[in-house]
């Protein structure tokens, strides 16, 4: 699953975050995922929230840092612990210099971060790998991050099972989704099930028509077949869990 649950202390008026986090909380629940992907998650009230009520997953995410508050603003990934077992973790930053905390590059408006985990599968013993992300909305610096992400996924995933999700801020006939999508390495698991895409908006800015956009992907190694993906576009009258759909995808090992 992969959600950004917008950043708790932004104005919203009705769609505040003390509104909706419950909500946002119920489509978690709702699909029970083993892996999940947050995108603007604040580490303060708002991951708080988030950990006090997810017990039963282990939470890792690193500040993205940079100036003013929004330097604790994370990209943290969620796995489910009795589905998992932990072999390692780390994050990098999407620029020139990933190792260099806080770092950006090709004119980006905020740090970025790609959060990862190696992971155990409890039932199969086979390994995996998966990464969570959230590129900035600068153009030049979109496809800079998608060339920085897919540099780290040649190098770490050649022969690994993987799963990456995020909000990569670019739709599905951009240069960045072709980046990460040409040669078969990563599938967009939406796409396995619906060949001829559609609807697959995922950005609606609280339900208006004329922003949507189809911006948050789950991309997965040929490793995996997609049994089921879709989006979930919940809504309470004018209450939204978040001003971006959740994405969800149940995955099986190929045979």
């Known amino acids: 699953m992969s959600f950004n649950i917008r950043y708790g202390l932004a104005d919203d008026g009705d ?7 419950h909500f946002a909380l119920d ?23 988030v950990r006090a009520c997810l017990p039963e997953y282990h939470f890792w995410g690193v500040h993205r840092q940079g100036p003013g508050d929004t330097a604790l603003e994370m990209a943290p990934l969620l796995f489910r612990r009795s589905a998992f077992t932990l072999l390692d973790s780390g994050c990098f930053w999407l620029s020139e210099s990933p190792d260099d905390p806080g770092s950006m590059s090709w004119g980006s408006n905020y740090p970025r971060t790609v959060s990862w985990v190696r992971l155990a599968c409890r039932g199969t013993g086979k390994t995996l790998l998966y990464a969570n992300t959230h590129f900035d909305y600068e153009p030049s610096a979109i496809d800079g991050d998608a ?56 950005f609606h800015a609280f339900g208006r028509p004329e922003e949507q956009a189809a911006i948050d992907w789950i991309l997965v190694s040929s490793h995996f077949r997609v049994t089921e993906a879709r989006i979930d576009r919940s809504c309470h009258g004018h209450l939204f869990p978040s001003d971006h759909y959740p994405i969800t995808a149940v995955l099986d090992w190929q045979r």
Request: glycine letters at 10%.
């Open 15 to 21: 769609n505040h975050w003390n509104r909706r986090k």
């Open 27 to 49: 489509r978690i629940r709702a699909f029970g995922p083993d892996l999940l992907g947050l995108q603007e998650c604040r580490d303060d009230g708002q991951a708080e929230f």
């Open 147 to 202: 060339r920085c992400l897919r540099q780290w996924l040649d190098r770490h995933c050649r022969e690994m099972p993987c799963i990456v999700t995020g909000d990569f801020n670019a739709d599905k006939r951009s240069d960045a989704y072709r980046l990460l999508t040409d040669g078969g390495n990563l599938l967009d698991a939406l796409r396995q099930v619906a060949p001829q895409g559609g609807n697959e908006s995922t």
